[in-house]
Nanobody, 122 residues
Framework: QLLLVESGGGLVQPGGSLRLSCAAS????????VGWFRQAPGKEREGVSC???????TYADSVKGRFTISRDNAKNTVSLQMSSLKPEDTAIYYC????????????????WGQGTQVTVSS
């Protein structure tokens, strides 16, 4: 069983930065795809970024050039560095993992964390 726990959310001003972390226990993240997703109030959950077991990365158009996903296999974590944050980035951010899928579609991922709130506001 893979347990995921997100951390690093908070309140930040527009233009600011945050670094989210997804820590895993139960198994290693090294050989699975990990995705970051977000859900704003009244909206559907959407894919933000994902990283393949080969370390290929994918980003939603809305975050390209601002967000960076990365792995730390020694710590068994996947991070999402978010810069130039905008009010429209406000959402609950979730990490998810799956051994068989890859991409920004949330429906394909089996394991999910509980989420961390990111609020971008002045």
């Amino acid at each position: 069983q893979l347990l995921l726990v997100e951390s690093g959310g908070g309140l930040v001003q527009p233009g600011g930065s945050l670094r989210l972390s997804c820590a895993a226990s139960g198994t290693t993240l090294e050989h699975v795809a990990v995705g970051w997703f977000r859900q704003a109030p009244g909206k559907e959950r959407e894919g933000v970024s994902c990283i393949h077991s080969s370390n290929i990365t994918t980003y939603a158009d809305s975050v390209k050039g601002r967000f960076t996903i990365s792995r730390d296999n020694a710590k068994n974590t996947v991070s999402l560095q978010m810069s130039s944050l905008k009010p429209e980035d406000t959402a609950i951010y979730y990490c998810a993992a799956d051994s068989w899928t890859y991409g920004l579609g949330p429906g394909a991922y089996e394991y999910w964390g509980q989420g961390t709130q990111v609020t971008v506001s002045s």
